[in-house]
C-alpha cells in the first residue's frame, strides 16, 4: 500500500513568486492534515479536510496560503506570492477516520526554500 | 490548552547503552500523547501512541514510553540503542481526546548514538 506522498520533494522559488505543493493521502482516507515546520521552530498545524470540506483552518498562518481538495482526492497547497518567512518543511498528512482515533500518517515533507 | 515541552534539544548516547528522551505535558483532561520519530530525509514515523489504555507503551523497533498522570510525563525509553536510532524524536499530544484531534508538537529531540 502506498502511502502518503508528497511532491516536489524540494522546490527553491524567489520571494513574489507562487509555489504549490501536491499531497497525495493513502488511498481511502477521509482526512487530510497539512503541517509545517519553519527554520528553528516546532512543527505546526496549518489545517484539516474532510474529504473535500476544510474543518479546521486555524493554523493558516494568513490569505498568501491556500489549500484545497477538490473531490476529496489530493489536496494542494499553494503560497501566492511566497515571502522569505515561508521557507521550511510542509508535511501532509492522512487518516482513516477521525472519530476512531485512528493514526494520522505522515508523508515525507516538501522542503520549500525562498530566496 | 494543551501542549508538550521537550527538555531535551540534543541528547548523545553509546550505542548499546540505555537512551532517554524525556517529555512533559500538559492538558486540561486525560491527553492522547504519541511519538514521533523523523530519519534525516525521511518523513514522520509513529514510533507510539498512549490513549488511555495500559500506562506502559510499547512501540516499533525496541521503544516503549510510560504515561505517569502524576508527574505529567511521557518519557521515550529504549534498553540499548542502536546507530540506526539516530534521529529526531517527536513528542507529540492531540488537542482532543481520544487523539482525533490536531495535533501538537514538541520541539524536537535530535538523538546522536557513537559508536
Known amino acids: 500500500e502506498a502511502g502518503v506522498t508528497q511532491f516536489p520533494s524540494h522546490s527553491v522559488i524567489e520571494k513574489g513568486q507562487t509555489v504549490t505543493l501536491r499531497c497525495d493521502p493513502i488511498?481511502?482516507?477521509?482526512?487530510l492534515y497539512w503541517y509545517r515546520r519553519v527554520m528553528g521552530k516546532e512543527i505546526k498545524f496549518l489545517l484539516h479536510?474532510?474529504?473535500?470540506?476544510?474543518?479546521?483552518e486555524s493554523g493558516m498562518p494568513n490569505n498568501r496560503f491556500l489549500a484545497e481538495r477538490t473531490g476529496g482526492t489530493y489536496s494542494t497547497l499553494k503560497v501566492q506570492p511566497a515571502e522569505l518567512e515561508d521557507s521550511g518543511v510542509y508535511f501532509c498528512?492522512?487518516?482513516?477516520?477521525?472519530?476512531?482515533?485512528?493514526?494520522?500518517?505522515f508523508g515525507e515533507g516538501s522542503w520549500l526554500t525562498v530566496v | 490548552a494543551q501542549s508538550v515541552t521537550q527538555l531535551d534539544s540534543h541528547v548523545s548516547v553509546s550505542e548499546g547503552t540505555p537512551v532517554l528522551l524525556r517529555c512533559n505535558y500538559s492538558s486540561s483532561y486525560s491527553p492522547s500523547l504519541f511519538w514521533y520519530v523523523q530519519h534525516p530525509n525521511k518523513g514522520l514515523q509513529l514510533l507510539l501512541k498512549y490513549t488511555s489504555a495500559a500506562t506502559l507503551v510499547k512501540g516499533i523497533n525496541g521503544f516503549e514510553a510510560e504515561f505517569k498522570k502524576s508527574e505529567t510525563s511521557f518519557h521515550l525509553t529504549k534498553p540499548s540503542a542502536h546507530m540506526s536510532d539516530a534521529a529526531e524524536y517527536f513528542c507529540?499530544?492531540?488537542?482532543?481526546?481520544?487523539?482525533?484531534?490536531?495535533?501538537?508538537f514538541g520541539q524536537g529531540t535530535t538523538l546522536q548514538v557513537k559508536p
Open positions: 479536510f474532510v474529504k473535500e470540506s476544510k474543518q479546521d
Open positions: 488511498s481511502g482516507h477521509d482526512n
Open positions: 498528512a492522512s487518516s482513516q477516520d477521525r472519530h476512531s482515533g485512528n493514526t494520522i500518517y
Open positions: 507529540v499530544v492531540s488537542d482532543r481526546p481520544l487523539g482525533t484531534g490536531k495535533l501538537i
